[in-house]
């Protein structure tokens, strides 16, 4: 038992004991300055730019979940198709009971090096029915974006 041997200093052992402590409440005091303890602040939390809001799944619709927009881009992109036969395409979702059909309206164009062509897009929803005037450029083989989209009115 060393500690009792000649030369051992108890109140070193104090001072030592008390420089460690002091430390790590300082540690526990400081980290506490970055932590948020629920409930116990009158603070009001402040929403920063850093924080963006989600895009809408769809450029048609914010009403469009995504496997709704999923389901309508793959009807898009064969009513869009440069070879094919210019007829509507339909398509749905049975889950969120919400479908629609693509119209393609004229023949495809160029616009910037990029496949185009123009559509009406009808979409049901439970209750509602919306018409829609776009159009659609060609990405890749079967990927369409929607350059322009806005509502569209019958002819009278």
Same mark, same amino acid.
């Given at each position: 038992?060393?500690? /009792?041997?000649a030369g051992?200093?108890?109140?070193e052992? /104090?001072? $030592?004991?008390?420089?460690?402590?002091t430390?790590?409440?300082?540690a526990?005091?400081?980290?506490a300055?970055?932590v948020?303890?629920g409930?116990?602040?009158?603070?009001?939390?402040? @929403?920063?730019?850093?924080?963006t809001?989600? *895009?809408?799944a769809? +450029?048609?619709s914010?009403?469009?979940?995504?496997?709704?927009w999923r389901?309508?881009?793959?009807?898009?992109?064969?009513?869009?198709?440069?070879q094919?036969?210019?007829?509507?395409?339909? $398509?749905?979702?049975?889950?969120? *009971?919400i479908?629609? @059909?693509?119209t393609?309206?004229?023949?495809?164009?160029?616009?910037?090096?990029?496949?185009?062509?123009s559509?009406?897009? @009808?979409? @049901?929803?439970?209750?509602?029915?919306?018409?829609?005037?776009?159009?659609?450029?060609?990405l890749?083989?079967?990927? $369409?974006?929607?350059?322009?989209?806005? +509502?569209?009115r019958?002819?009278?």
């Open positions: 038992m060393d500690r /009792y041997k051992f200093d108890v109140g052992a /104090y001072r $030592w004991a008390s420089r460690v402590l430390a790590a409440t300082s526990v005091l400081l980290s300055c970055s948020a303890v409930g116990l602040s009158d603070e009001r939390v402040e @929403t920063t730019g850093s924080i809001r989600p *895009e809408a769809s +450029p048609l914010p009403d469009l979940g995504q496997e709704d389901r309508a881009r793959g009807a898009l992109a064969i009513a869009l198709d440069p094919g036969n210019g007829s509507a395409v339909k $398509w749905d979702n049975p889950d969120s *009971e479908g629609g @059909t693509f393609p309206v004229a023949q495809p164009f160029v616009r910037d090096n990029e496949i185009c062509r559509f009406i897009a @009808t979409i @049901t929803f439970p209750g509602r029915t919306s018409s829609l005037q776009g159009t659609g450029c060609r890749s083989a079967d990927e $369409w974006r929607i350059v322009d989209v806005r +509502p569209w019958k002819p009278v």
